[in-house]
T-cell receptor, first 117, second 114 residues
Framework: AQKVTQAQTEISVVEKEDVTLDCVYE???????LFWYKQPPSGELVFLIR??????QNEISGRYSWNFQKSTSSFNFTITASQVVDSAVYFC??????????????FGKGTMLLVSP | IAGITQAPTSQILAAGRRMTLRCTQD?????MYWYRQDLGLGLRLIHY???????GKGEVPDGYSVSRANTDDFPLTLASAVPSQTSVYFC?????????????FGPGTRLTVL
């Protein structure tokens, strides 16, 4: 079973629209971390946010906000008033210890966001 | 501060050839990782190293080997490249071992095996 599901393969919006990228995760651990990374067309992976499982407080950073809900195992990412520069592939990732005894980062398959002028 | 550098930026390689992808970080991070990124599959962990002198296998280790002789360098070797190893390879590092700490990524190496 997929540990991190990003059901939206591709989203297209027009500039200034708000857009939410969904992330649903699966884990049996009580301690885990969730991450979002951005991969613009240039290809590098840019860290956006890290959130631990004990902190369900939503976070806002400029036009970015994150909604963490343990009850639904979701960690959604909203961009307010989107801009063309937001066009990128966005990855959600889960870090858990699991059965192996060491913690690893598992990525979702990514959501491509296209923002048109 | 460069962060993480990877070399080469891109490479076209004949099947059966040996290839080493280089990764160097200047953040004195303890842990380093190699991922491959394939269209529609996201990033998958190949190998990792929690500290200098130790390495471990990730999700897709077959056909790859790594070494960690010192803190800064974490080369990935393809002993005999096959076309299915065509991918973009990312090196990453984190201050603490394991996946709980934030991982920072290098710019990637695009490898094509013909």
């Amino acid at each position: 079973a997929q540990k991190v599901t990003q059901a939206q393969t591709e989203i297209s919006v027009v500039e200034k629209e708000d857009v939410t990228l969904d992330c649903v995760y699966e884990t049996r651990d009580t301690t885990y971390y969730l991450f979002w990374y951005k991969q613009p067309p240039s290809g590098e992976l840019v860290f956006l946010i890290r959130r631990n499982s004990f902190d369900e407080q939503n976070e806002i950073s400029g036009r970015y906000s994150w909604n963490f809900q343990k009850s639904t195992s979701s960690f959604n990412f909203t961009i307010t008033a989107s801009q063309v520069v937001d066009s990128a592939v966005y990855f959600c990732a889960l870090s858990e210890t699991g059965d192996s005894g060491y913690s690893t980062l598992t990525f979702g398959k990514g959501t491509m966001l296209l923002v048109s002028p | 501060i460069a962060g993480i550098t990877q070399a080469p930026t891109s490479q076209i390689l004949a099947a059966g050839r040996r290839m080493t992808l280089r990764c160097t970080q200047d953040m004195r991070h303890n842990a380093m990782y190699w991922y491959r990124q394939d269209l529609g599959l996201g990033l998958r962990l190949i190998h990792y190293s929690n500290t200098a002198g130790t390495t471990g296998k990730g999700e897709v280790p077959d056909g790859y080997s790594v070494s960690r002789a010192n803190t800064d360098d974490f080369p990935l070797t393809l002993a005999s490249a096959v076309p299915s190893q065509t991918s973009v390879y990312f090196c990453a590092s984190s201050d603490s071992p394991g996946g709980f700490d934030t991982q920072y990524f290098g710019p990637g190496t695009r490898l094509t095996v013909l």
